[in-house]
């Protein structure tokens, strides 16, 4: 069974400052993907990571995953408001019944002046 | 423009009436899946369908039925077995079993 944990679950920073949201999961996997939800929306995708050493950077948001480590990092630079919103990390699980994508719990972001 | 509709936005009904959500996709994609989301918490994975005229059951598949007889359309009933209905229902498709989803808009369902 693939077991995927996001930490921290809940995160309160200031306006500058950085911050890393980590998601581990238990069992290989050769790609994770990262989306952002809005309150009261839906899911949209962030980020793609298909191999080990994988980064992607949009902006403020970087992530990178490390196969070897089962670790995928999404990092913050410099917080702005606009970034408050919870993120899901998804790790493919390639067997059983538990479907395909399973999901971390999500990480609530709040960025503060 | 390709994409994931839902439909109804919002659904509310009496208790103990079954209620049928709206899943369509024209992303020409072959799974399609059904989430339940309450507030505060993660997704959790109702039932989906790898390919049209089967599907799976999910973590939380009692009280809901599914039918694929399109590749477009995945719809959920929530019936009157389920016994806590009330919460925010996201379709979501992708193109194989691995790859990323996409999601809709979401049908948030109030049950009184």
């Known amino acids: 069974e693939l077991k995927v944990e996001q930490n921290p679950l809940f995160l309160s920073m200031q306006e500058g400052k950085n911050y890393t949201i980590y998601c581990n999961y238990s069992t290989t996997s050769d790609r994770l993907y990262w989306y952002r939800q809005d309150p009261g929306k839906s899911l949209e995708s962030l980020f793609v990571l298909l191999s080990n050493g994988a980064v992607k950077q949009e902006g403020r948001l970087m992530a990178s995953l490390d196969t070897k480590a089962r670790l995928s990092t999404l990092h913050i630079t410099a917080a702005v408001h606009d970034l408050s919103a919870t993120y899901f990390c998804?790790?493919?699980?390639?067997?059983?019944?538990?479907?395909?994508?399973?999901f971390g719990k999500g990480t609530k972001l709040s960025v503060k002046p | 423009d390709g994409g994931i509709t839902q439909s109804p936005k919002y659904l509310f009904r009496k208790e103990g009436q079954n209620v049928t959500l709206s899943c369509e996709q024209n992303?020409?994609?072959?799974?399609m899946y059904w989430y339940r989301q309450d507030p505060g918490q993660g997704l959790r994975l109702i039932y989906y369908?790898?390919?049209?005229?089967?599907?799976q059951k999910g973590d939380i598949a009692e009280g809901y039925s599914v039918s694929r007889e399109k590749k477009e359309s995945f719809p959920l009933t929530v019936t009157s077995a389920q016994k806590n209905p009330t919460a925010f229902y996201l379709c979501?498709?992708?193109?194989?079993?691995?790859?990323?989803?996409?999601f809709g808009p979401g049908t948030r369902l109030t049950v009184t």
């Open positions: 369908s790898q390919i049209v005229n089967d599907f």
């Open positions: 992303l020409n994609h072959d799974a």
């Open positions: 979501a498709s992708s193109i194989g079993t691995t790859s990323e989803q996409y």
């Open positions: 998804a790790v493919p699980y390639y067997g059983g019944s538990q479907g395909n994508l399973i």
